[in-house]
């Protein structure tokens, strides 16, 4: 006789009176630790030593009840790290997530769906394409403009220079660097966020392939050092593929020409790719959109929704006016997959095989919030920055960029060594600010990257700036 197959593992799969037991009370746990992390220090507290020692502890031979283990995990995160949720974070591009974005993660995690073929998610996958669309028109480019959700920046900026190396030579496919009969080149501002030269590296062009382009003195790319620097390549046998601008440089939040830009990888018969991880969020608003102007010719964009629009990580946006270099770039075939349709299937079009739902994340917080919910949002981000300069100007420190956007560079009055107050005031854990360079100066960078800074946390913010610099 054939005997019953044993039960499911019951700490994997609880039943279903137990799962909604856990995740109510986990609800509460998560809800709580929030509101401390927003009330306390940004700056991670927990004794690192001490947490090595723990987990070398565990070997994992031994089972631990799930509640344990979750009350567990809550407590590193919050003294763990630094606090993203915190609305004293002035960081780096990554907020405290949305509420509709941090919904779609738990309805995606409930689901799993595989987004690799049209035909196992075809709601997912008609979904993205939507969103994808919507975007692409917000931002002005062609009708016929397509793309995918990528894990983020990085990725959606590796995919552009794949796409104009596959443009640029058709043999780039089959034979690599190889086809080319001079060494592929391509040009960026020298304040583009870095990862490119990985990205060089990965596509395996070398990551002497990246020009970096001088500055105009306001940290945007200059046009005519671009024209010299592919005229100059030319002239020495090298092979030009790729033009990248940068809408809302990391450092500095400057927006590089576009339409210079884009008037010259057209004159020279180059791929143009605007690097819009950060900055494309301003589509979102109808008064800051224009400072986009000239993102429309781009053949390629990435904007990053967990930048700016606060969705959870990561969750970016590939858009291309020239969809079918996607499907050349990753074509593949195999008789396994349920769907192979060139256009359609997310794994013939872009560098990953199984994936998430990642779009989910924006569509819910666009759907709730609308585009006027989420203009309002980055809206909020500028004017928090306006304040804190204001403030900062009153007290006699200098402005040195001139971002329209929500990112400030400043320098203190005196001489004080820029990089000693960044560590004092991270360390004080009263705020979270970002030492860099803006056209060779050491300045302090403030980002507006939570959306619930408040009136109190800026004065905080100005507090803690005034008690480090002296
Ligand atoms: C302009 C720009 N491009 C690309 C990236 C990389 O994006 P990600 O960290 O999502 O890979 C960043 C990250 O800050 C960025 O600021």
């Not at 301003?282 to 429309?296: F, K, P, Q, T, W």
């Not at 920055?385 to 971002?403: D, F, H, Y």
Request: hydrophobic letters at 45%; charged letters at 20%.
């Amino acid at each position: 006789m054939t005997q019953t197959l044993p039960r499911a593992v019951p700490a994997l799969f609880p039943s279903a009176a137990e799962r909604g037991r856990v995740e109510a009370w986990l609800t509460e746990q998560l809800q709580g630790a929030i509101s401390r992390v927003q009330a306390g220090p940004v700056t991670p507290t927990i004794d690192m030593p001490r947490f090595r020692e723990e987990l070398e502890a565990m070997n994992f031979d031994h089972p631990r009840p799930l509640e344990e283990m979750l009350r567990w995990s809550i407590e590193r995160l919050e003294h763990g790290i630094v606090q993203m949720s915190n609305p004293r974070y002035y960081g780096l591009f990554n907020p405290g997530a949305n509420f509709p974005a941090q919904c779609a993660d738990r309805i995606a995690g409930a689901f799993n769906p595989q987004l690799a073929s049209s035909a196992s998610s075809p709601v997912p996958v008609a979904l993205e394409n939507h969103l994808i669309c919507a975007v692409a028109r917000r931002a002005g480019m062609a009708a016929h403009a397509t793309g995918h959700f990528a894990t983020g920046g990085s990725e959606a900026n590796y995919t552009s220079l794949l796409c104009a190396l596959t443009a640029a030579h058709p043999a780039f496919a089959s034979e690599g660097a190889r086809a080319f009969p001079g060494a592929p080149r391509f040009y960026t501002s020298r304040d583009c966020h870095i990862a490119w030269l990985k990205i060089a590296h990965q596509t395996g062009v070398g990551r002497s392939a990246l020009r970096l382009i001088d500055t105009d003195g306001r940290g945007r790319m200059d046009p005519a050092a671009l024209a010299r620097a592919i005229a100059s390549d030319r002239a020495a046998g090298a092979v030009p593929v790729m033009v990248v601008a940068t809408a809302g440089t990391t450092g500095g939040g400057m927006i590089d020409p576009l339409h210079a830009c884009a008037d010259i990888a057209s004159q020279e018969k180059l791929w143009y790719h605007v690097d819009a991880a950060w900055g494309g969020s301003a589509l979102a608003s109808d008064r800051l959109r224009g400072l986009l102007s000239g993102i429309e010719r781009a053949d390629s964009v990435t904007i990053d929704a967990h930048k700016w629009l606060a969705t959870t990580m990561g969750c970016a946006l590939f858009i291309t006016a020239r969809g079918a270099l996607l499907s050349e770039a990753f074509h593949a075939s195999t008789s396994f997959m349920p769907s192979s349709v060139a256009s359609v299937d997310p794994y013939l079009n872009s560098v990953q095989w199984s994936r998430r739902f990642m779009g989910l994340r924006l569509f819910l917080a666009l759907a709730s919030a609308g585009w006027s919910g989420l203009g309002a949002h980055v809206e909020r981000a500028v004017a928090v920055i306006a304040r804190v300069r204001e403030k900062l100007e009153a007290l006699g420190w200098t402005v040195a960029n001139s971002s329209e956007l929500a990112v400030l560079d400043v320098v203190p009055p005196g001489s004080t060594d820029v990089r000693a107050l960044v560590r004092r005031v991270v360390s004080s854990g009263r705020a979270w600010v970002a030492p860099t360079i803006f056209e060779g100066r050491d300045v302090v960078r403030i980002c507006a990257t939570n959306g619930e800074t408040s009136d109190s946390d800026v004065e905080e913010l100005i507090a803690a700036l005034r008690g480090a610099a002296c």
